[in-house]
């Protein structure tokens, strides 16, 4: 693939400004003490941690097409002190979930952090996040999503109401009706946190193997096309990506799509807000996130679909229907960006696990370690991840080697065609109980439990 073709693949792959030339490919066999599958931030994250903890430690990561390719370069740009399951963890381990919320408020500054000692510029803007509630039935959802952060410990500073008047200060949505503000939330390039989190683990002396797609694991041996890399410790951090490695069944890739408008004109912005680069959901199922780029643009996306034996789809046609839905949601809640141009559509696949709550681990055993998982919440949370499996690889003494989503199980996603029918009906579902919200009805109680208890969030 040309580095022309590789910055057709997103609005971030577009407007990096490296030449996204690749990086040679891995050929013949090699010995390394690590091994690590995926140039996304999960794998580059493990990477950097690794190497600071350990110069001397030699490791490898090798990556199907270039740093970045997947969901790393596709993403929303939000780095969020959340967790996708969290409420799943707290239900079983309160004190650990708490514990584990905390780090990951405290991992939106790592991120930061590191960027400022690294160099890598990647249009941080730490403006937090707010979440709209756009029915009155939401609004009580989020009133309930509200005693849920209290409960886990998040104070006024982290978390905290406002009503109609005050969310227009920030963002300023068709349908209002108060909403949950966010501190600990940033907006970003996440291309040029990604493809920079690659040239600086390069510099700290990590080998990165690009155009070499895994094809099995064996034992501490990994399989690519033209190359193996046999290491003490294997980490498979290929998220959405999983299901194309062999017996790799825990997760399954969910494709969420995204339009970039061109840079808007400052009138337009005085319209719709997006005050410090805040981002912007509101809370249906078919989750919403906006962010305001540091060209003036909105990047905008919903989540979209799954496709048949777990197959991943790296590019959509520009008239593919998805991205008309994705519009329309985008105008009804910002009706100022009606007739605004689109200068970029894309999709990308997120990995989804059957328990809906990610997991790091590392069975020493079997020499394989793994992080994923994040329903779409990745760009933070991967860093958490890449830290805690860089000290449980080196037996560090950590308070993160003990939290509540190490060593959680990843059950395998039934066979097909249950597992296309069965995602397909929840996703049916969601659209349903989203509508009925937003004309204001109630969620239905038999309705809204099935979805609650297969869509733990």
């Known amino acids: 693939m040309t580095s022309e073709r590789y910055r057709s693949q997103s609005l971030w792959l577009d407007t990096v400004p490296d030449p996204l030339e690749s990086r040679p490919a891995l050929a013949g066999a090699r010995d390394v003490d690590v091994a690590i599958i995926g140039a996304g931030f999960t794998g580059l994250w493990t990477a950097f941690y690794l ?30 002190g959340t ?27 790592e991120v930061q952090r590191v960027c400022l000692a690294e160099g890598i510029d ?5 403006g937090g996040n707010i979440t709209v509630a756009t029915s009155g039935v939401f609004r009580q959802e989020l009133e309930h999503d509200l005693e849920f952060w209290r409960g886990i410990g998040a104070g006024q500073s982290d978390a ?23 501190a600990h939330v940033a907006a970003l390039h996440p291309g040029r946190l990604v493809r920079g989190l690659a040239e600086t683990v390069e510099k700290h002396g990590v080998r990165v193997y690009e155009l070499s797609p895994a094809t099995a694991i064996e034992g501490t041996t990994v399989r690519t096309t033209h190359g193996s890399l046999t290491a003490s410790t294997v980490v498979r951090a290929t998220e959405g990506y999983t299901s194309s490695i062999r017996d790799q069944r825990g997760l399954i890739p969910v494709h969420s799509m995204m339009i970039a408008t061109e840079p808007l004109a400052e009138h337009v912005w005085d319209d719709i807000g997006f005050t410090d680069r805040i981002t912007f959901g509101d809370p249906r199922r078919d989750v919403t996130y906006a962010q305001r780029t540091a060209d003036g643009r909105v990047a905008f996306g919903c989540r979209g679909s799954y496709f048949y034996g777990s197959k991943i789809h790296n590019r959509f046609a520009p ?30 696949a997120l990995g989804i696990p059957r328990t809906w709550t990610p997991s790091v681990g590392l069975d020493r055993g079997s020499g394989l370690a793994w992080a994923g998982g994040f329903v779409g919440e990745g760009v933070g949370a991967a860093n958490l991840a890449g830290r805690t499996l860089a000290e449980m690889i080196l037996e560090v003494d950590s308070p993160r080697t003990t939290l509540p989503w190490i060593d959680r199980p990843l059950p395998n996603w039934e066979p097909e065609p249950l597992r296309y029918l069965g995602y397909a009906a929840l996703a049916r579902l969601a659209t349903a109980l989203d509508s009925a919200n937003l004309n204001e009805s109630p969620t239905p109680r038999l309705r809204g439990a099935i979805y609650n208890h297969f869509v733990r969030k």
């Not at 903890?53 to 939000?78: C, K, M, T």
């Not at 399951?85 to 500054?109: M, S």
């Not at 990647?122 to 730490?126: E, N, Q, V």
């Open 160 to 182: 905290h109401w406002l009503e109609p008047e005050g969310c227009e200060q920030f963002v300023r949505p068709s349908l209002n009706f108060g909403g949950i503000y966010l």
């Open 319 to 348: 008239d593919d229907p998805a991205f008309e839905e994705v519009q329309s949601v985008m105008e009804s809640l910002f009706p100022p960006l009606r007739g605004q141009e689109i200068s970029h559509r894309w999709g990308g």
């Open 51 to 80: 190497k600071t903890l350990d110069p001397g430690l030699r490791v490898a990561v090798v990556e199907a097409e270039i740093a970045g390719f997947g969901a790393s370069g596709r993403n929303g740009g939000w780095c969020m």
């Open 83 to 109: 967790l996708a399951g969290i409420g799943n963890l707290f239900d079983d381990d309160p004190e650990g979930a708490v514990r584990l919320q905390r780090e990951l408020f405290d991992t939106v500054d």
């Open 122 to 126: 990647c249009h941080w803007a730490k």
